[in-house]
């Protein structure tokens, strides 16, 4: 949509190739993409191949005892569960924002869409921080929930507190921009031929946002899963209990257990590995839907 | 409010759906920073804030921040002319890898690099010879931190490099410019804006970086412990005010920061629209 907008205020006669005299000499070329491909090699790929390398060390064998073990079995269920309830909750949330902000006028919209964005521009730690400071032991709320029994700090609803605040924006923030660019005339449009709500959602609104929403909720299990600083704060450190992966990883690391901890780390580079993938593979069906 | 009858359904919930989820997961956790903030007195604020160990941290924090994300804006530069401008076997798999950072865990890519950089590790050991040690120093943060930040300069001036007319480049090298002026003259300056806000949104995220940085840092006070560090120290302590008071710098720095991005960005966004 964007590309049309270019191609109307300047137009260009014949192919959008760079001309052959702006093209820059070989040397320059040849020197920029090996600058490219060893800094990434160097920065990404190495600590990638560290990961395996050190997994592998002592044998397929323990490898395997220590991905089984039972410790790192209850984090990955520990984290699932909390990726699943994030995921699920941001859902809900992103498709109501973006259709309430792309689809309305109301005042204070920028106020709102700040707002919403605020969890990521914050400091993991800080995320933590803020529900210790709610439902730690110097909170007005802490009798009430002791009362119920019912634990938030140093426990796993507060891990997936942590989880859902640090992914809160993910799916909105993928949706929106689509919303907007899509405007609202062929919803009105439904609308007035008197088509109900949800009709004109699954009919009109999501086959648009489709490819949007299925990259959000990718993000968002990424990053769900992956979540350190702010659950740290929240978890304690209970062995078994309220260890999620990434904090196994800590806690091996910390007994001086590298090969379990990069055994470990293993599971969870295999999960952003497969994110990447599947995020590509979305952008690209997504691209090509739209050029069609 | 209502002038205009709204067409499209939905309205009420959607909004009210919004605003809950928005008040109970976000602004009611805040809202409890503001509530304790208010408990202390100022000066109780700024004597935690000047204890020499945290000032330590802020500069360390800053300083590291501040050089990887340079060296981000260089390389991002470089690497989004490379991926827009250049075509090469192997492209994809490079463009598709940038977000490396956003996906891999922190814990993961901290003990990895930690690994690859200590005096036995495969990079590390190179240096350990000329006497250099990067894990556990300032270097070590700065590598970690440089790893976080890659997506941001690049995400950024990808898309604003894809509209830039080549016109221009052509009408400076008819007119007798030489390709470094025109990339100087003509092209960076289209960038700008877009550098300053990966610069700057790297830049904060940095600052608040945690789970890549501890286990690469070694977290020796005032040589290499930084801010976030400090507050979860003072979390396991359970001294909620320091860790409040010495939160509250850093929100105000990351909302500076927030601020300037946003003023760059409405810029950015007109170049992206093809205005002037």
């Not at chain 1, 032991?137 to 507190?161: H, K, T």
């Not at chain 2, 991002?76 to 940038?98: H, T």
């Amino acid at each position: 949509m964007a590309a049309e907008k270019t191609e109307r205020v300047m137009p260009r006669e014949g192919s959008t190739e760079i001309h052959a005299d702006t093209k820059g000499s070989k040397a320059v070329r040849i020197i920029l993409i090996t600058l490219s491909v060893l800094f990434l090699f160097i920065m990404l790929v190495m600590p990638l191949i560290t990961v395996i390398y050190e997994s592998f060390r002592k044998g397929f064998g323990e490898y395997l005892k220590a991905v089984t073990d039972d410790e790192t079995v209850g984090a990955l269920l520990l984290t699932l569960e909390a990726t699943v309830i994030a995921v699920i909750i941001n859902t809900v949330f992103g498709l109501f924002a973006a259709w309430a902000i792309s689809k309305f006028r109301f005042r204070g919209k920028k106020f709102l869409v700040t707002l919403i964005d605020l969890p990521v521009t914050v400091s993991p730690i800080i995320a933590g921080l803020i529900f210790v400071l709610t439902f730690g032991r110097q909170s007005f709320l802490y009798s009430y929930l002791e009362e119920i029994d019912f634990m938030i700090v140093y426990a796993v609803p507060g891990i997936i507190l942590a989880t859902v605040f640090v992914t809160f924006p993910f799916i909105s923030r993928e949706i929106l921009p689509v919303l907007e660019a899509q405007g609202t005339d062929e919803e009105e449009a439904a609308a007035l031929m008197g088509a109900r709500s949800f009709t004109i959602f699954r009919k009109i609104t999501l086959p648009h946002i489709k490819w949007a929403l299925i990259y959000g909720i990718v993000l968002c299990a990424a990053r769900a899963m992956g979540e350190f600083g702010a659950v740290s704060v929240l978890s304690g450190h209970l062995r078994g209990q309220t260890v999620t992966l990434p904090l196994q990883v800590e806690i091996l690391f910390g007994d001086n257990k590298y090969m379990p901890a990069f055994a470990v780390s293993s599971i969870l580079m295999i999960m952003a590995v497969v994110i990447l993938i599947v995020r590509s593979i979305v952008e690209f069906i997504g691209r090509r839907k739209g050029e069609e | 409010m209502k002038r205009k009858k709204r067409i499209i359904p939905g309205f009420g919930i959607s909004m009210g759906v919004t605003l809950t989820l928005l008040s109970l997961m976000v602004l009611i956790p805040l809202a409890s920073l503001v509530v304790f903030t208010s408990k202390m007195s100022f000066s109780e604020i700024w004597n935690v804030i000047t204890r020499p160990r945290v000032l330590a941290s802020f500069r360390v924090s800053l300083i590291t921040a501040l050089i990887a994300s340079l060296i981000n804006a260089v390389m991002g530069v470089i690497l989004a002319w490379v991926l827009v401008r250049y075509k090469f076997p192997g492209k994809r798999i490079l463009d598709g890898m940038i977000e490396l950072p956003f996906a891999l865990p922190t814990a993961v890519a901290g003990i990895a690099l930690t690994s690859l950089y200590s005096d036995s590790g495969w990079i590390g050991s190179i240096f350990a010879k000329f006497g250099i040690k990067i894990a556990y120093t300032r270097v070590g943060i700065t590598i970690a931190l440089i790893f976080i930040g890659i997506p941001f300069v690049v995400r950024a001036v990808q898309p604003v490099l894809e509209k830039i007319d080549p016109l221009y480049e052509e009408a400076a090298g008819i007119l007798g410019a030489s390709r470094a002026r025109t990339f100087r003259k003509v092209i960076l300056p289209e960038l700008y804006p877009a550098i300053f806000t990966g610069f700057g949104l790297a830049f904060g995220r940095c600052l608040g970086e945690y789970g890549s940085v501890v286990f690469i840092a070694g977290n020796q006070p005032y040589e290499t412990e930084i801010t976030p560090l400090i507050i979860m120290s003072e979390l396991q302590e359970y001294d909620y005010s320091s860790a409040t008071a010495i939160a509250l710098v850093m929100l105000l720095a990351a909302f500076i920061i927030l601020f300037l991005v946003n003023l760059i960005q409405i810029r950015n966004t007109k170049i992206l629209k093809g205005g002037n």
